[in-house]
T-cell receptor
Framework: GQQLNQSPQSMFIQEGEDVSMNCTSS?????WLWYKQEPGEGPVLLIA?????ELTSNGRLTAQFGITRKDSFLNISASIPSDVGIYFC??????????FGKGTTLSVSS | DVKVTQSSRYLVKRTGEKVFLECVQD?????MFWYRQDPGLGLRLIYF???????EKGDIPEGYSVSREKKERFSLILESASTNQTSMYLC????????????FGNGTRLTVT
């Protein structure tokens, strides 16, 4: 089936540092989405990307849809303790269903 | 705001029991999904539905079935629970618009003993 490779698997950073994570796939997706999951909660949508090359920001978060449509990255600038969580990339498959990466677990120490 | 509600946060069942996980959404979304989440494996799609009484298999449908009798409700059924079905189960919904994002419930943590 479809697969997304998300890296890194985990990150341990200091408050104030910038963070970068990415997803790649052997398949082309029409939409890339980035979600964040906090402990005990379901994933919450952060950013949606709909066009190849698109660069979108949401506060301190910036995400880009790769030109090849097979990759995407998410950057977090000036991290703060509440950025802690698991970040998932997702590609839309079959127009409706999402395929998720395995997640990047972010830990931020103050 | 979209609300996706899963009926139980925690469930403990015995091997061989029939288990029902219920999910309700309040935004009149056409599409509904069931995922399971396991450490190191991320979220894997079990089944999804794009209309009442319609269902499609995801990546890991074995051992599961689903029911969508009403638009707002999507049930996941474990016909005979097994220990390898111990997991976090996440329900989600989305509108029929192409590439519409998913909205998730808070999950049901199922333990099968």
């Amino acid at each position: 089936g479809q697969q997304l490779n998300q890296s890194p698997q985990s990150m341990f950073i200091q408050e104030g540092e910038d963070v970068s994570m990415n997803c790649t796939s052997s398949s082309i997706f029409n939409t890339w989405l980035w979600y964040k999951q906090e402990p005990g909660e379901g994933p919450v949508l952060l950013i949606a990307l709909y066009k190849a090359g698109e660069l979108t920001s949401n506060g301190r978060l910036t995400a880009q849809f790769g030109i090849t449509r097979k990759d995407s990255f998410l950057n977090i600038s000036a991290s703060i303790p509440s950025d802690v969580g698991i970040y998932f990339c997702a590609g839309v498959w079959a127009g409706t269903a999402l395929i998720f990466g395995k997640g990047t677990t972010l830990s931020v120490s103050s | 705001d979209v609300k996706v509600t899963q009926s139980s946060r925690y469930l403990v069942k015995r091997t061989g029991e029939k288990v029902f996980l219920e999910c309700v959404q309040d935004m009149d979304h056409e599409n509904m999904f069931w995922y399971r989440q396991d450490p190191g494996l991320g979220l894997r799609l079990i089944y999804f539905s794009y209309d009442v009484k319609m269902k499609e298999k995801g990546d890991i449908p074995e051992g599961y079935s689903v029911s969508r009798e009403k638009k707002e409700r999507f049930s996941l059924i474990l016909e005979s629970a097994s220990t390898n079905q111990t997991s976090m189960y996440l329900c989600a919904s989305s509108s029929a618009a192409i590439n519409s994002p998913l909205h998730f419930g808070n999950g049901t943590r199922l333990t099968v003993t």
